[in-house]
């Protein structure tokens, strides 16, 4: 169990256009949905967990998590970050969209050790299938300064961590499951192995 003082945004705000407009977030999961199949994940391995979100808020409060809605609503995840900083009272931060699966057990571990020993500004985790730019850790500076880009009219998640130092975070295939699986349309449901 790993903790060591670290926030974890869930983000949760998006329009689900892919998903014909069906919160993600509420799609079931492994007889839960999904965002609570990410909090049973993530909850061991940090202090706080608070969710980003933009409809059925009361079902999300009803999780036992804050929940904090966009400042400005369909402008996508940056402003989902940036909008739960008053929030944050940790200086080690990881996000994670509600939306992926076999999130490993030492995500947060990894991320965080990597960003403090790098003295990076973000850490990305990069698997086989690419990088995974929302799967990352940061520190409360680095969130505060998201703030300003995106005063600055900054809305692209690539856009603003290629202006940061970055450092990457290898996270491999393990018992056949790929990490950080990303679940965005009803196809990605069919056929999937859920161990």
Known sequence: MFKNGITCIILAGGQSKRMGGNNKALIPFKNH?????????????????????????????????????????DQGPLIGISSVTDQIKT???????????????????????????????????????????????????????LTIEIEKGTRRVSKWQSRLKKSYVKFNDHDGQIPFMNLNQPKDFVNLTIT
């Not at 990410?38 to 706080?48: A, G, H, L």
């Not at 933009?54 to 904090?68: E, F, H, M, P």
């Not at 699966?101 to 990076?120: M, R, V």
Request: with cysteine; glycine share 2%; hydrophobic share 40%.
């Open 33 to 73: 949905t999904l965002i609570e199949h990410v909090i049973e994940v993530i909850q061991p391995q940090v202090d706080r967990i608070i969710i980003s979100a933009n409809q059925d808020l009361a079902y999300l409060k009803n999780l036992g998590y804050s929940v904090i809605e966009d400042r400005i609503r």
């Open 91 to 145: 200086t080690n931060v990881v996000i994670t969209p509600c939306d992926v699966i076999n999130i490993p057990k030492d995500y947060a571990e990894k991320l965080i050790n990597n960003l403090n020993s790098n003295l990076s500004d973000i850490a990305i985790a990069k698997t086989n299938s690419g990088i995974q730019y929302l799967n990352c850790a940061l520190t409360i500076n680095t969130i505060n300064d």
